[in-house]
């Protein structure tokens, strides 16, 4: 057990629609980590959250955002979803802003239909 | 941007065999890492390595750290069954002039172990 939850494990939708992916950090982490895996593009990096503010940015589309709540849980917001969107979406996070991402959520399959 | 290039793509073994794969780059990285992805399962750390040449083990597993920075590889001695999933090389860089690193992920080797 990594410690860190993610929440939903599977989510299926449709195309257009917006939805929001749930990760919370393992406890004592201030880091928080999303990456996208898919087939084609392997484990992508979306963005980091250090304590509430957003600290990189990596390959993350417009149309994603996310936000990390005084509480340290973050969310990633999909929204206008296409095809090319189904994925898991992992969540990873850390102690520091500068440590890599040590420990991985089991991930949020998302089906776009 | 950055790239990893791993290999090899899969591997279909026997119990008891070494393996060995690896991971090249054109570019420099800070740190190296290793994970292994079991399905339905995040990827767990399994060696980190933080200086050119270093080696390092945990358990039946061995990975170096290359010389030029470009470079990493993972041996797993006397494979078993549990050995099976999806292995990745990721290399860590911190963004210069800034506070933050990016982790950037090989395409991963599949390995399968036959009894």
């Known amino acids: 057990d990594s410690g860190v939850t993610q929440t939903p494990k599977h989510l299926i939708t449709a195309t257009g629609q917006r939805v929001t992916l749930r990760c919370s950090p393992r406890s004592g982490d201030l880091s928080v980590y999303w990456y996208q895996q898919s087939l084609d593009q392997g484990l992508q990096f979306l963005i980091q959250?250090?304590?509430?503010?957003?600290?990189a940015k990596g390959n993350i589309l417009e149309r994603f955002s996310a936000q990390q709540f005084p509480d340290l849980h973050s969310e990633l917001n999909l929204s206008s979803l296409e095809l090319g969107d189904s994925a898991l979406y992992f969540c990873?996070?850390?102690?520091?802003?500068?440590?890599?991402?040590?420990?991985f959520g089991d991930g949020t399959r998302l089906s776009i239909l | 941007g950055q790239q990893l290039n791993q290999s090899p793509q899969s591997m279909f073994i026997q119990e008891g065999e070494d393996v060995s794969m690896n991971c090249t780059s054109s570019s420099i990285f800070n740190t190296w890492l290793w994970y292994k992805q079991e399905p339905g399962e995040g990827p767990v750390l399994l060696i980190a390595?933080?200086?050119?040449?270093e080696l390092t083990s945990n358990g039946r597993l061995t990975a170096q750290f290359g010389i030029t920075r470009k470079d990493s590889f993972l041996n797993i001695s006397a494979s078993i069954p549990s050995d099976v999933g999806i292995y990745f090389c990721?290399?860590?860089?911190?963004?210069?002039?800034?506070?933050?690193?990016?982790?950037?992920f090989g395409q991963g080797t599949i390995l399968t172990v036959h009894p």
């Open positions: 959250y250090y304590n509430g503010e957003e600290r």
């Open positions: 990721a290399g860590w860089v911190i963004a210069g002039g800034t506070s933050y690193g990016k982790l950037t």
């Open positions: 390595l933080y200086k050119a040449g």
């Open positions: 990873a996070s850390s102690v520091g802003p500068r440590d890599q991402p040590q420990h």
